[in-house]
């Protein structure tokens, strides 16, 4: 799959542009200010029909504007597949496929396969547990619609379940047959996405430790340590045991929503002992790996936004980057940059088609 056509109506600082894209590599040069990252954002809007960046959805439009309107056109398995994602003041988001509007936005992930690496995601390392809980949940979702919907669910039942608690509290009042039954429908949720996400991490692992090792030239030794409390005990125990604890916050403590992955580097927190070359080669590796996940699952290389992902690199590093991501078993590529020079310098040994859009 390739996007071979994006327009955007007053969508961030845009008000009108439209671009047609090479299948292989596309470059976006330009100061910082010049929308280069607002392009890359809403490519990805249109995989997962909300912002990367801006997840207040009316932010996304042009200051003093009422809509905006994004429109992709692919092309998938020799057939055109035209996206388009759309807000007006007052009004729901829509995201249409070829026209029909999609009534669950949840059936529409997966479409498009894609990754980003952004400066952003040094909140991975930065950021508490919600963080690392959604880069893992991400990359299943997108090949797993029934992890999904079980991990949409379990959200909307927790946030029942905390605010029965919040009535116990305020109300002096307790009714445990009521507080089973959300009990009963959390587990028959958390151990499946329980045992998913550990199954994901066990194959995920191996293909992030082999993306590091080529980046850094085997140099360094990382790890991922996936962290859940489901481990040791069942959903069930851990609501049982901890009930009193539960009570006394007004919220549920125990869970997959405490899940947590660790970032290693010579086993060590790769936050507190890593350089930044360090941080930035290990979430390059983390999403190169989510890139190789979804390509073995999907059976199809997804579409990758490297946004100013050469930021903090040397310009050797630079080089090791472009020529991984410069191979068959990549498809297509929008990269962002302010420095046209270090670009072109890393593409003069491509094997591939490339275009150059200076903003």
């Known amino acids: 799959m390739y996007l071979k056509q994006l327009r955007l109506t007053q969508y961030k600082n845009i008000r009108s542009k439209s671009f047609d894209f090479n299948p292989k590599i596309n470059c976006f040069i330009g100061d910082n200010g010049k929308g280069k990252s607002n392009i890359l954002d809403a490519i990805y809007h249109l995989a997962f029909g909300k912002s990367y960046f801006n997840p207040i959805a009316l932010q996304n439009i042009l200051l003093g504007e009422e809509f905006f309107v994004i429109e992709g056109r692919f092309e998938r398995e020799n057939k055109e597949e035209k996206i388009i994602c759309s807000l ?13 509007i999609y009534e669950k936005l949840a059936d529409h992930i997966g479409l498009i396969p894609m990754v980003i690496i952004s400066p952003a995601d040094r909140d991975l390392i930065s950021e508490g547990s919600s963080t690392r809980r959604k880069f893992m949940d991400g990359v299943i979702g997108q090949t797993d619609p029934v992890f999904l919907q079980n991990l949409l669910e379990y959200n909307k039942i927790l946030s029942q379940r905390n605010a029965l608690l919040k009535f116990f509290a305020l109300n002096n009042t307790y009714d445990g047959e009521t507080l089973e039954v959300y009990n009963e429908q959390l587990v028959k949720r958390s151990t499946p996405i329980f ?4 199954a994901f991490m066990k194959d995920f692992i191996p293909v992030f ?22 481990k040791h005990h069942s959903h069930k ?14 919220h549920t403590a125990t869970g997959i929503h405490k899940d947590d992955i660790s970032f290693l580097l010579e086993e060590q927190p790769i936050k507190k002992f890593g350089s930044q070359g360090q941080q930035k080669s290990f979430l390059v590796a983390l999403k190169l790996a989510q890139f190789d996940f979804l390509k073995k699952q999907t059976g199809h290389p997804p579409i990758l936004l490297l946004d100013d992902a050469f930021d903090k690199l040397d310009q050797n590093r630079v080089s090791q980057i472009v020529s991984l991501v410069d191979q068959e078993s990549f498809g297509q590529i929008f990269i962002t940059d302010t420095h046209q020079e ?12 490339y275009e150059i859009f200076n903003l």
Do not use: W
Request: no cysteine; proline share 0%; aromatic share 4%.
């Open 195 to 198: 045992e998913k996400r550990k």
């Open 209 to 230: 430790i082999a993306r590091y090792q080529n980046i850094s030239d085997g140099n360094e030794n990382v790890a991922l340590a996936y962290e859940s409390q489901l």
């Open 88 to 100: 007006k003041k007052g009004q729901k988001r829509v995201v249409k496929r070829n026209g029909k």
């Open 237 to 250: 125990e851990l609501l049982e045991t901890n009930l009193s604890k539960d009570k006394m916050l007004q």
């Open 342 to 353: 270090r670009t072109l310098e890393a593409l003069s040994n491509s094997n591939s088609s």
